[in-house]
T-cell receptor, first 113, second 121 residues
């Protein structure tokens, strides 16, 4: 029952360092998403991928890049980390049926010093 | 663009009592879905309940039920017989019910800012 798996669970970076957050799902879902969660802000969409080979910007894409490596995997990259990117990052996936909810990973807590 | 508003940053309830969490949303669409997610201290996002906008009947899941008022764009969550394990952050979320043209489906969620529920023994 893996569902959506995110790695790592925790990470501390220095300003300017780069990092890739990994996400994989085993539910054969077409759609995958990256969110960030900040105190008092709820979850905000960074990027999403409606299907393998496509990606689109969400609400807060600046400072991030994504890669939909295959149907299972969707990675999020910070090229030059900034303190404002300190957050908890969630990956999610969803199926194609209209009433299916999104399934979330357990999140990655990222701190940038 | 759709917006979701949770006007109660924090709520508390006594164990075994009932509590209602409020959620309002703004949309020009007629077909959509609404969700309540629970996030306990473990940080997991757990689906509590979902409502299809085209259904007039309010969704229920055991002790959890919603009051969906489409005209008022209101979607409140009622938790009956509250338990200590219900203590968590609760998020209301909106999703449009439409397909993208890219060949796949896209069901982006728009979240409210959350309500932190405390359950007192």
């Amino acid at each position: 029952n893996a569902g959506v798996t995110q790695t790592p669970k925790f990470q501390v970076l220095k300003t300017g360092q780069s990092m890739t957050l990994q996400c994989a799902q085993d539910m054969n879902h077409n759609s995958m998403y990256w969110y960030r969660q900040d105190p008092g802000m709820g979850l905000r969409l960074i990027y999403y991928s409606a299907s393998e080979g496509t990606t689109d910007k969400g609400e807060v894409p600046n400072g991030y890049n994504v890669s939909r490596l295959n149907k299972r995997e969707f990675s999020l990259r910070l090229e030059s980390a900034a303190p404002s990117q300190t957050s908890v990052y969630f990956c999610a996936s969803s199926g194609d049926r209209d009433n299916q909810p999104q399934h979330f990973g357990d999140g990655t807590r990222l701190s940038i010093l | 663009a759709q917006t979701v508003t949770q006007s109660q940053p924090e709520m508390s309830v006594q164990e075994a009592e009932t509590v209602t969490l409020s959620c309002t949303y703004d949309t020009s669409e007629s077909d959509y879905y609404l969700f309540w997610y629970k996030q306990p201290p473990s940080r997991q996002m757990i689906l509590v309940i979902r409502q299809e906008a085209y259904k007039q009947q309010n969704a229920t899941e055991n002790r959890f039920s919603v009051n969906f008022q489409k005209a008022a764009k209101s979607f409140s969550l009622k938790i009956s017989d509250s338990q200590l394990g219900d203590a968590a952050m609760y998020f209301c979320a909106y999703r449009s019910a439409k397909w993208r043209n890219s060949g796949g489906s896209n069901y982006k969620l728009t979240f409210g800012k959350g309500t932190l529920l405390t359950v007192n023994p």
